[in-house]
């Protein structure tokens, strides 16, 4: 974000200029917990081109997390990229405004805003990613997506937000800037980790405790034990721990008819084992 006189807006994106806000927010997931970001009003960007993102639903993390516990010797760990949002290059700029008396005086005196000041306003030129930006989870997302590629990450055809390797044992859900790391051999999961630090900073890696909006504490449990419910029609009066088989005879599911289709129940619970996260 660079601070520029009036004149310097394009006549034809005057009207596309929005307004700016400070925003404070608490949460407890993160390192930071106290937070305070200028955002950008993305209700007046009017962005001609498509800005959905591609991410995983619950869905895919649910059938991840079975993945990993019908694997033998897998593993899932997660990981966060800190800042995502921020400082991804544009190709288009945008433009934005701030009252002069919200500015600290510090940044009046650095950036000498006294000669851009117009009507009670100082312009700005949005050059790199912003918090608020219709479009800066695309453009997070596209850069990101390069960067895996070189490594030889590849986003899976018909499943959006799940990625694979090329060859390494290693399969991921990402949302937005979380990682959900399904892998076999801590070596996989040491490339990819190395990988994402080379261009970004990781804030979290190791146990996985918030994923798509779920927590070890909240309705989707990711930590303390495995309970499923067979698809049967009378649900069973307990629950059935699963763990990984011991040995090569693992427990094979009851046959059925080929005429009768297979029946799941919206009640069933899923639960991760603690001695399948890395600590």
């Not at 593993?75 to 800042?83: P, Q, T, V």
């Not at 500015?103 to 990613?129: C, M, S």
């Not at 596209?142 to 499943?159: H, M, P, V």
């Not at 009066?237 to 289709?261: E, L």
Request: glycine share 6%; charged share 20%.
């Amino acid at each position: 974000m660079e601070f520029i006189p009036k004149a310097g807006i394009p006549k034809d994106r005057l009207k596309d200029v929005t307004y700016g806000r400070f925003v404070v927010s608490y949460r407890p997931q993160k390192l930071e917990k106290h937070r305070t970001r200028l955002t950008v009003g993305g209700d007046r960007i009017n962005y001609p081109f498509d800005v959905s993102t591609p991410t995983s639903d619950l869905s895919t993390i649910k059938m991840l997390w079975n993945s990993v516990l019908s694997t033998p010797g897998a593993k899932f760990c997660g990981a966060d990229i800190a800042n995502f949002y921020l400082k991804t290059p544009m190709k288009r700029p945008e433009f934005m405004r701030l009252p002069y008396n919200i500015i600290p005086q510090e940044i009046k005196t650095a950036y000498n805003l006294d000669k851009l000041v117009h009507n009670g306003f100082v312009y700005t030129r949005i050059i790199r990613g912003m918090y608020g930006l219709p479009h800066a989870g695309l453009i997070a997302n596209e850069l990101l997506k390069e960067r895996l590629d070189k490594a030889g990450y590849y986003e899976c055809q018909f499943t959006p937000g799940l990625w694979r390797h090329v060859w390494r044992p290693i399969t991921f859900a990402l949302v937005v800037d979380d990682f959900g790391v399904k892998y076999n051999g801590d070596v996989h999961a040491n490339h990819l980790i190395s990988t994402l630090k080379r261009t970004t900073t990781l804030q979290s890696t190791g146990k996985a405790t918030y994923l798509s909006g779920s927590n070890s504490s909240g309705t989707t449990k990711i930590v303390r034990s495995i309970r499923m419910y067979p698809a049967t029609r009378n649900k069973p009066s307990t629950s059935t721990n699963i763990q990984h088989p011991s040995g090569p005879n693992m427990p094979q599911q009851r046959q059925r008819r080929s005429n009768t289709a297979p029946r799941c129940r919206r009640q069933s619970t899923i639960l991760l084992p603690t001695s399948l996260l890395t600590r």
